[in-house]
């Protein structure tokens, strides 16, 4: 397989992207951040110095998505046309599972950029919580599904 960030030198570039197809693209990411009882309390209570947590992260989760080429070097500019995101609260664990969408008509996937999303998301709850709980653990960001493009559609099993 070649890899296409590679030019004929083994020089670094971003992919031409100017004759592949306009389709739609969606991508969904998740991922998770494990909290103590005293954080999740927090949150729940609305009462952590920082402000209110999970509005604050969903803000970051979608600024992130919007950011993606700023912070990847391969990643081109991308015209997104649509962020979702959601978050589940998880007592049992405790924490919370953040999933974010993202979307465009354009020739390049979105996977990244729900990636990004996700990652700045749960950072972000980190940084909110940091003073109550150091300890925070984030895990299991990954891609859960993707459709549109040349690759074809993916969906994690």
């Known amino acids: 397989m070649d890899l ?18 306009n ?3 969606i991508a969904v990411a998740s991922g998770m951040i494990e909290v103590t009882p005293e954080a999740y309390n927090a949150v729940i209570a609305n ?32 015209m997104l046309t649509s962020v979702k995101t959601d978050i589940q609260e998880l007592p049992e664990l405790p924490g919370f599972k953040l999933t974010v969408t993202a979307k465009l008509k354009g020739q390049t996937g979105v996977e990244m950029e729900a990636l990004t999303g ?8 980190y940084d909110m919580l940091k003073a109550i709980d150091k300890g925070m653990v984030i895990r299991n960001i990954q891609l859960e599904s993707k459709s549109g493009g040349k690759s074809g559609d993916f969906t994690r099993v």
């Open 4 to 21: 296409t960030h590679l030019d004929e030198e083994n020089k670094p570039k971003m992919v031409d992207v100017s004759d592949k197809e």
């Open 118 to 125: 996700v990652s700045t998301g749960l950072l972000t709850i």
């Open 47 to 78: 009462t952590a110095k920082k402000g209110p947590v999970l509005q604050t992260a969903v803000i970051a989760a979608i600024q992130g998505a919007k950011q993606t080429s700023t912070l990847i070097p391969m990643c081109h500019p991308l």
């Open 23 to 25: 389709t739609t693209r």
